[in-house]
């Protein structure tokens, strides 16, 4: 026959508790993780959208608006997308 104290009863409690509360930390850190993460894919193909959208917008311009020239850095971001603008040098 075996003897159990108030104080093992009050123990074993005392640890199930803290292993609930760990096992509840572990799945919100998981949680945590996956959102953040979602979040970062998300943002990162709207950015990639918008820019393209904005490369698509700029080729146009070239056809449409007499004298428009893309920077060095609007070429830059559309070949990333394989867009192509062209490089006009303009006589004065």
């Known amino acids: ?3 159990i104290k108030k104080g093992d009863k009050i ?3 005392t640890k199930n508790k803290m292993k609930e509360k ?3 930390n572990i799945i919100q850190w998981i949680i945590i993780i996956v959102l953040f993460s979602t979040l970062i ?3 990162d193909t ?3 959208k918008a820019e393209k959208l904005e490369c ?3 080729q146009e311009w070239e056809e449409i608006y007499y004298g428009f020239t893309a920077s060095e850095s609007m070429r830059e971001q559309c070949e990333m ?3 192509e603008l062209e490089e006009r040098r303009w006589e004065r």
């Open 41 to 43: 894919v998300v943002a």
């Open 46 to 48: 709207g950015i990639k």
């Open 11 to 13: 123990n074993n409690l």
């Open 56 to 58: 698509q917008k700029w």
């Open 81 to 83: 997308h394989e867009i």
């Open 22 to 24: 760990t096992y509840i």
């Open 1 to 3: 026959m075996m003897i």
